[in-house]
């Protein structure tokens, strides 16, 4: 069974500027989250999907979105971005519907904002 | 506020012998709580995870301690190996919802 995957692995975009990072899944996972790592934050939870809703968001400003689709890949979206969005976002994926399922991580992307 | 903590930033241990990371919790709303190990630039990779309704699971050659009244729970690695070597993070969750709150992570070192 392939892992999760992530794409792009990696972006370099310019203050100001919009990015959008995509997220597939493990098969048969319906359960999708993101996570930001910085070196000052450590891993910070930014949001939880679960057949196209979203269940949970964590405390980032609202340039940050996401969203699910049916089958279950997810995206998400930094608008206007700041110097301090450069970080490693990972997606991670479960079977369950939320609680006690083991969370598998893919290889992430690592975002530069110059 | 740190609802996790890895009081450890680093730990050194001669292979063969036995790795001891440690976590530290304070919401008692946890249920659920995993261990992953992390390379730089690369994501989460998960090693154990443990319900609270457990005192101890084990897999292999590692093995996780939940002491729900301490809220304290611990990675066990027998026998270390040089492979081990990497940060280690642990996590928690609640019911009902996949968000994990992770902690800062404990670099562990492995030497011959």
């Known amino acids: 069974k392939a892992g999760v995957t992530q794409t792009p692995r990696y972006l370099i975009k310019t203050r100001g500027q919009q990015v959008t990072l995509s997220c597939s899944p493990i098969?048969?996972?319906?359960?999708v989250s993101w996570y930001q790592q910085t070196p000052g934050q450590g891993l910070q939870f930014l949001f939880e999907y679960f057949s196209e809703t979203q269940r949970n968001k964590g405390n980032f400003p609202g340039r940050f979105s996401g969203r699910q689709f049916s089958n279950s890949r997810s995206e998400m979206n930094v608008s206007t971005l700041e110097l301090g969005d450069s970080a490693l976002y990972l997606c991670?994926?479960?079977?369950?519907?939320?609680?006690?399922?083991?969370?598998?991580f893919g290889p992430g992307t690592r975002l530069t904002v110059t | 506020d740190q609802q996790v903590k890895q009081n450890s930033p680093s730990l050194s241990v001669q292979e063969g012998r036995i790795s001891i990371l440690n976590c530290d919790y304070t919401n008692s709303m946890f249920d659920y709580f995993l261990w992953y190990k992390k390379y730089p630039a690369e994501g989460p990779t998960f090693l154990i995870s443990?319900?609270?309704?457990?005192d101890k699971n084990e897999d292999g050659r590692f093995t996780v301690f939940l002491n729900k009244s301490a809220k304290h729970l611990s990675l066990h690695i027998v026998p270390s190996q040089p492979g081990d070597s990497a940060v280690y993070f642990c996590a928690a969750s609640a019911s009902d919802t996949d968000k994990l709150i992770f902690g800062t992570g404990t670099r562990l070192q492995v030497f011959p």
């Open positions: 098969s048969g996972h319906r359960s």
């Open positions: 991670a994926s479960s079977s369950g519907q939320g609680g006690g399922y083991e969370q598998y």
């Open positions: 443990i319900s609270s309704i457990k």
